[in-house]
């Protein structure tokens, strides 16, 4: 059996029993290391499940799935996944190959940041399309998200922005000569994604969104010192949100009471959100 | 503290340790019953947690959040909640009351349909809003849903339509009688809420969906005895998807080629989908 075990948000603890069950059965087990992080260690996760774990990078999935699916037809063997196991395409790949090969494959699903973003108060029903946000380099500043954003907006619902992960990256010279040495990890700020949203929409004009618009700012959801704080987009451009993961959402104007009422105790600064609610909501305290 | 504890989908595993362990730390164990079901008895639970378990229905957590958070600033209460603890609004004001008592909260988030039905092979980003469709009566046949459905399928987006359950339905009678005596629960059917959509839409005539329409229905999602299966909405009312709970998503135009793909894996009737696919989507084999 093939085992797809989603790890949830935060650390160890956060599998659920039955995922937990699976990888204590498994001959071998490996976690996906290139879509999301956990926040905490490999040898943390060694030490709660009693096994050792084997990362398997992008390269490794791609090009050693039938080292991964090895006697998975006769043995157990767990592939662990970071949040929920459907959150990224990359699996699906796995598991098609998987089935071509006749292993019976499981999914133990768990929290991703697609459901727990509810924890901010906004109504999951209210999102629209979520989108993702890369890091802009010098010649490459993809902007697709813009278009979405507006659909969005347009249709005043909600969107949350996945922020980029680098992990495995190489600079041009290791690349060419072939190294394998990988530049230190690189997690998108809620500070960043907001400055790159903005030189969009400064480019543009469309009003997709403005300086002015709602936002909230997540970081470290699911952990103990998890950060949920709303305001402008500048000010997302501004707040100190810690360590990573960030994750950003854009709010629609179907906004509730209810969730305006959230959004106003997690405020950066309560006076200027009321202004904003008035204003852009028609919503008075 | 006042723990939130996601309880996942199916069963009484399919909880986190982390959940767990606040479950079993806790004075009182509540159990909200109103915005869905596990599909395992109350029973079970109990000699799973090693706790007793209090079911809150409805008017217990609105008339009685002071019972449910007595001395939660001294002692752990756990609150329970079938997928994850944000699907509903109806914690976010037990939240609110506890941070007025100045009690501490805690949420211990877990997959819900919102995330899981990436298990369906659609790809997360590419849905639009989730919409509910409610049981129709002879004289109340709400159909808000369909120009949320319209919005969604206009920008080419899946629709997730979480379906009505029944678990405390009084006779007319019984209810003007004060009786606390309530019907047998009752959940929506993928075959009634096809059938139910196709009413509206013969009614409408705006296409936002026609019998012809791509659609996944899904049963008991993250159970052993899940189904999945992809077909034309007038598939979706004949087709038998077994025991609740039932979910139904609707395809929407901008359909990748991997996606497809799975869908082929879970059709009804492969011959006929491979039609749809390349009549409404241009997607061969």
Redesign the interface.
Known sequence: MLYIV?L??A????????G??AVRASERVYLEGYTSILMVEQQRLEEFYGKKVIVAHRETVESSSDEILRDADRVNVSFLVVG????A?TH?DLI?RA?EKGIPVK?I????I???V??T?L??????????IVFFTDDWRPDSFYERIK?NST?G?HTLCLLDIKVREQTVENMMRNRQIFEPPRYMSVNLAAEQLLEIEDARQEHAYTADTLAIGVSR??SDDQIIRAGTLAQMRDHDFGKPLHSLVLVGHRLHL?EA??LR?NAIDLDSLNQVLKRDYNIEK
Do not use: C, W
């Open positions: 989603g949830g948000l650390d160890e603890r956060d599998i659920t029993v039955k937990l069950e929920d196991p459907f959150g395409t699906t098609i089935r999914t699903h768990n929290a991703s697609m459901n727990a509810g924890a108060g109504q999951l029903y209210n999102f629209g399309q979520t989108i993702s659909e249709l619902l959801l699911g209810l009422e959230i105790e």
